[in-house]
């Protein structure tokens, strides 16, 4: 069964930072790709950034400079770094797994997570 779980949400002020991780179970960690997607109030859930099998990493222009997505395959681990939050960056934060390389699209991730929220207060 495969399960992941995040973890590190919380409330921040702007302009602080939060790291948040996601672990994976039940998958070959190794051969998927691992994206994570936001949701904020009355929004559709959006794309925030990717890292291949390869770790090549790819990041929406919303979180460009200040969020890092990075992944440990040893842990069966991805995170994302944010730096300069803002506001508009309060959300529940999901982490998905895909198999295959590259995945911008949410319908291309098999696995979800349950969700962490983030709130940024002005």
């Known amino acids: 069964q495969v399960q992941l779980v995040e973890s590190g949400g919380g409330l921040v002020q702007a302009g602080g930072s939060l790291r948040l991780s996601c672990a994976a179970s039940g998958l070959t960690f190794s051969t998927y790709a691992m994206g994570w997607f936001r949701q904020a109030p009355g929004k559709e859930r959006e794309f925030v950034a990717l890292?291949?099998?390869?770790?090549?990493?790819y990041h929406s222009d919303s979180v460009k400079g200040r969020f890092t997505i990075s992944r440990d395959n040893a842990k069966n681990t991805v995170y994302l770094q944010m730096n300069s939050l803002k506001p508009e960056d309060t959300a529940v934060y999901y982490c998905?797994?895909?198999?295959?390389?590259?995945?911008?699209?949410?319908?291309?991730?098999?696995?979800w997570g349950q969700g962490t929220q983030v709130t940024v207060s002005s």
């Open positions: 890292i291949s099998w390869t770790r090549s990493t």
């Open positions: 998905a797994a895909g198999n295959r390389n590259w995945a911008l699209r949410e319908d291309l991730y098999d696995y």
